[in-house]
Every structure is written in C-alpha cells, then in structure tokens.
C-alpha cells in the first residue's frame, strides 16, 4: 500500500490526488493536509466572487475527496503543527501543493504606509480568507490605483467598481459588500509598465468592464500601437487587444452618465509610493517606452493621485522549514517538481504564481510518475506506516482536524447563512468555521 502526503487542498493538491488513485487503485492511501478548515484553496479565497461557475469547478474534486481512500486533513499547518522531517518519516511521498499564498513585495519607498496593499491581502479580504477578513481597507477617498496589467488587476478594479445590486449571485462577503457600498471611489487607474500588446488580461475578463452599471473603461489612443501590428498577436491576445480599442473609442457623452473610471495607463511605472502623515495619498509613475519587449524609463515622472493602491504583481510560496528555496523565483527549489527523492512540489508551489485552474492538473500527474520513478529506483524509500503513524502524532499533538464530510457541514452552514441573493455566507474565522464543523 502507498503512503501519500499531499500538503494543500487547492487544485494542484487534489489534481494529484486523483492522478495517485488513477496510478494505483485501491493500493494507495491519500492523506491531503490544509492550513484552513475549509479545502479548494484559491478556488474559494482567490478566484472572483462573480465569477460562481469558475469557483463551481471545485465540485469536480468531490469524487476524488469522497473516495475511501482519500482524506481531508484540515486545520494542521505543515511547518507548525507537524514538520516536513515528520511527515517524511511516516509516508513514501510527501507533495507539497501549498500554492503561493504571499505578495510579491514591490520594493518602493513607501509601499508600508497605510492604504497600500498587495492583492494576496485585498483579494483575501473579500473573498474571507481568515487571514485577511480584518484588513478594512479605506474606500473613503476618491482614487484608487491597481497596479499589474494581469487578470488580478482587473480582478480587484471590477470588484471596487461594482455596485451592491451587481454583486447580486455572488459569495462577495458581508464585510467587504458593506465597506464596498460605501466607497467614495470615483476614478480608478489601472497601471501598466508596457503596453497594449503586453497585458496579460483574458479576453473575458476585460469585456466584462464594458458592462458595469456605474463604471466606464478609458484608454488613451495615443497608448494603442497600429491597428496593422495587431495581426501579429496571438488570436486571444488579439480579441483581448480589440476590447483595450474599443474602450478607447467609447464616446464621451457616453461617459457623462457614469460615475466612475477605470482607467488604463499603460507605460507607466511606480517608482514611488507618496503619503502624508503615514497615509498613501499618490504614486509617482515614470513613462517608460518599449525596447525590445522591455518597459525603459524615459526620465519623464508624474504622480497619480491615491487614497488606495492595491499591487497585482504576483505572489510566491511561503518557506516551510527543511525545505529548500528558490528566494529569487518565489518558490520550492525543484527540478521539474522534484525537490528531493520522497520530496516533491507541484501547481503554483512548483511552477511559481502562473497559470489558471487546468494548468495544475498535468502536474499532478506528472508528479506522480517521478514518484513512481523514484519508488522503483529505490531513490525514495516505500513501506512506511502513513496514515496510522499520523493519526498518533495528531493524537498525541492534540489536533483538531476537521475532514471532508465535517467541511461538509461548514458548507452546509455557509448556505444556510446567505443573504437572499448569494449561495452563500462564508465564516471568515477559523474557530466560527470549527464551530460549525461540529453540527
Ligand atoms: C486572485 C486570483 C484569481 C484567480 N482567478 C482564476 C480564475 O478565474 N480562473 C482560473 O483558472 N484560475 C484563477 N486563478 C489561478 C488559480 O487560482 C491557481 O492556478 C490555483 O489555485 C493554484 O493552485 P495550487 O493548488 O497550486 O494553490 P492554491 O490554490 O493556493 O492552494 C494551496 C493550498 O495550500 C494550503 N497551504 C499553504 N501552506 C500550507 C501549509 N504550510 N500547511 C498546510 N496547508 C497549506 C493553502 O491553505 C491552500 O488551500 C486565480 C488566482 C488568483 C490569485
């Protein structure tokens, strides 16, 4: 029988759990870790609130989740509550699946003072990640800046400019609808290093801006290369590049009837974050011009003004002690997933913060067969004790874990408690989320 640990339940985790049933049957037994009571990692604290089919996806994983041979270890931190030598000890493979759960830090002056956070934070905020439910950031000034030109950065715009009403069917929560009705923002500025040709945003994802209740896309024409060079784009890029075109064409009489902005500055790069009495009050931005792909600075600065800057420039996976790291990629130190023989990673922990939800499916696969690899070579060591030697230590440690079918009670409660227009109301507290594991 085959001992599997799997550290983190977002996709890449339970991709791989499924790839160890497909590979060996019922001669496996999975035990998957996570940090919260609740699994599906970004799935349920990352992925957009209004976007309900995407975080639907989760329901794919319950086949595998519910399975004999498969268990929800939740509420044990890996690094604190039991170490990686531990686990390593008590089954044929260890994977650590932990994501990239931290932001990427800017490296500006100023990027501490209040009203600047990264997205790992603000996105956190309003999806109810335990860890961020308390940041209540300051919607009372009129301007807001995202930084990044990825789908996060549209992301956090989309959701400062909706309206209660648009939030309507999404798992927004409480706290943040409440913050979000009252917000003074009137203009938000969407900062890029490069240009049109460069963003990252899907094509889905920057329609959807075209259609806000009180808020208009701008961008310059001046920034939009000749219609001609759009040919050499990618057919995504390009459909993605024909919305930035069709924002810049919105007529102003049309703009007259909305009441917030969502503007693309593109090659503009912060150098500086500006506050008064510790509070962001601007972002000094240099233009910058393309050479050979690359944003340049041109000498040439401006400050757009900030009550709020929220930075969309990535994320990297936080340390777990005894485990080597990669400081400067933001990630596990591994050789196509390989950290050691019996030490592996995959999806964003593996690969760094790059990549949607599939992306993390042939991962787990391909994790599986290096492990199977290194089995049969005798490189990592099978016929350890797994589960059994874990449920000990839990015992003896005084765990609380909370499985899949008490999660399934969490859920239960979470939709219970919706208000009348969302499918649910998260607990954004771990020992609330215990609480009703319990029932
Ligand atoms: C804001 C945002 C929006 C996104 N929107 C989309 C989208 O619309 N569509 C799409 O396809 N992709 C989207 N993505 C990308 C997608 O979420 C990722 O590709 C995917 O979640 C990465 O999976 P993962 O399993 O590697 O990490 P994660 O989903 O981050 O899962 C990691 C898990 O590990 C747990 N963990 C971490 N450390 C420990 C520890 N020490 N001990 C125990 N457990 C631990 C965490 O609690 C978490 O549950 C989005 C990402 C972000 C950040």
Redesign the pocket.
Known sequence: MRQIAI???????YYTAEAAQKQWGEDVVVDI????PV?????RT???PD?QS?KGVSRRYEAVALSDNVRFIGN?????DVSIAELEAMYDAVVL?????YDKKLGLEGEDLAGVHG??AF?GWYNGHPQFAGLDPDVSGGHAVVIGNG??AL?VARILAKTRGEFAGSDIVGHALDILQQSRIEQITILGRRGPHQIAMTTKELGELAHLERACPRVDPADLPDEGEDALLEPGQRKSVTHLRSFAAIPESHRADKDMEIEFDFFASPRRILGDGGKVTGVEVERTKLDGGRAVGTGETYVVPASLVVACIG?QT?P?PGVPFEESAGRFANVDGRILPGLYC????RRG?S??????RPDGFSIIERIVEDLASGAAKGGKPGRAAFDALAEQRSLKIVRFRDWQNIDEAEKANAREDSPREKFVDVGAMIEAAKR
């Open positions: 550290i983190g339940s977002g996709p890449a985790g870790f996570d940090r919260l699994p599906f990692g970004l799935i990352g992925v957009a976007h995407i044990v931190t890996v690094g604190e699946a932990t994501g990239a759960p997205s790992a996105v789908n996060v992301d994320y936080s777990i995959v999806g964003w922990a913060p990549g949607t939800i599939g992306t993390n």
